[in-house]
């Protein structure tokens, strides 16, 4: 069965009572609400290779609507985005249901029609003063530390404070943000604050990044957030043991119900 008429199905048995993918218009694939009401709309859906935060979009209807039964198409990233949402108490697993796409379908990197994965062309500057989205961080931490210093600095003070990092983020979903809080980060300032502005947002992206790469896609002046973000994740890793996207336990952050179970770890006695 091909992915439209998948779809259809799924609207047609009600399934699901709406489905978020994408649709083809004027030439732009564009998120797009497919209805049980209109189930042949579903001939339109596209797999797209844009990506826009379905996941962000299918929380916000569960929250107005928390009866509403929401399929939404699905990369692996939004499977991880999914995860991290209902560990956060964000949306219900069982008010989604994901209609799942083949983001590799070559399994070639050169081949994907994900953004993120695709080799990044970094200009000779960038690769001189900056930081180089391609290399991995264990080069990126061979620099010594002014030199890696520097060349953050570098990327940082490119920034417009457009939001759009936190905008498209599929798991930034606070009700009040940090980034607009007049005590941390001056208001309607540009540029904003460097390097405060940036490390504020990669503090909360510690459990909660699922590498997607969007805000990379989204950011105007090239500032390699995916890197900065998977150096986050990392630390996550190192010291909590937990794979944000994967873990089926809540963030070692989360301060939400009563799963959370961490403790400090006992001293080490002295002799």
């Known amino acids: 069965m091909n992915l439209q008429n998948e779809a259809i199905t799924w609207l047609k048995e009600g399934t699901v009572d ?72 964000q949306i219900r697993p069982e008010a989604v249901r994901t209609l799942p796409v083949n983001c590799c379908p070559s399994g070639l990197r050169e081949h994907s029609d994900c953004t993120y994965l695709e080799p990044k062309k970094t200009g000779f500057y960038k690769r001189q003063a900056g930081i ?23 990327e940082f003070q490119k920034c417009i404070k457009c939001y759009g990092c936190r905008n498209i983020c599929p798991v930034c979903f606070c009700d009040e943000c940090s980034l607009e ?37 989204a950011c105007p002046m090239d500032i390699p957030l995916r890197t900065l973000y998977r150096k986050v994740n990392q630390i996550v890793k190192n010291v909590f043991d937990y794979e944000t996207g994967s873990s089926e336990s809540p963030s070692p952050f989360s301060m939400i119900g009563e799963a ?11 002799a």
């Open 18 to 89: 709406v489905l978020l993918g994408y649709k083809d218009v004027d030439g732009h694939p564009i998120p797009y609400c497919f209805e049980k009401k209109h189930p042949e709309e579903a001939e339109d859906l596209i797999p797209g290779t844009a990506r826009y935060p379905l996941e962000k979009m299918a929380a916000r209807m569960a929250e107005a609507h928390p009866d509403l039964v929401i399929g939404i198409l699905g990369r692996d990233c939004t499977q991880r985005a999914l995860n991290v949402l209902a560990l956060w108490h």
């Open 260 to 270: 959370v179970t961490l403790e400090p770890k006992p001293l080490a006695r002295v």
């Open 181 to 217: 809080h007049s005590d941390l980060i001056e208001v309607g300032a540009v540029p904003p604050e460097i390097p405060l502005f940036h490390l504020v947002r990669a503090v909360h992206m510690a459990g909660r990044c699922v590498d997607c790469g969007l805000c990379e896609d």
């Open 132 to 154: 180089d989205g391609n290399l991995d961080l264990e080069t990126l931490e061979a620099y010594e530390p002014q030199e890696r210093f520097d060349r953050w600095m570098y």
